[in-house]
């Protein structure tokens, strides 16, 4: 059983970064890939990206790509999405899941997932 928890949200400006940590129980944690996903109000949650831990690669979003990073700490049983050059169409809930198996953008394939945490930010 795998239990998430996402921080690290708040409001900043456009332009501004902003690192999201997903910190996770479970010892088996480490060989499990895990996602960010987020929804924007009136929106559907939509996938932003996963570190996948069966060929230690990460996924991203195009809309993303090359602003966002994901990384894992084993240490520290964390995962985080490093947000970089951040703008308003980035004001949403993000949340991370976790599977054993999957690597990939379908969000009914993760089993688990985390509350979120909201970002908000203004132009």
């Known amino acids: 059983q795998v239990q998430l928890g996402e921080s690290g949200g708040g409001l900043v400006q456009a332009g501004d970064s902003l690192r999201l940590s997903c910190a996770a129980s479970?010892?088996?944690?480490?060989?499990?890939?895990t996602a960010w996903f987020r929804q924007a109000p009136g929106k559907e949650r939509e996938f932003v990206g996963a570190?996948?831990?069966?060929?230690?690669?990460?996924y991203y979003a195009e809309s993303v790509k090359g602003r966002f990073t994901i990384s894992r700490d084993y240490s520290k049983n964390t995962v985080y999405l490093q947000m970089n050059g951040l703008n308003p169409e980035a004001t949403a809930s993000y949340y991370c899941?976790?599977?054993?198996?999957?690597?990939?953008?379908?969000?009914?394939?993760?089993?688990?997932w985390g509350q979120g945490t909201k970002v908000t930010v203004s132009s």
């Open positions: 479970g010892r088996t944690f480490g060989t499990y890939t």
């Open positions: 570190i996948s831990e069966s060929d230690r690669r990460t």
């Open positions: 899941a976790a599977d054993a198996a999957y690597a990939g953008p379908i969000e009914s394939e993760y089993n688990y």
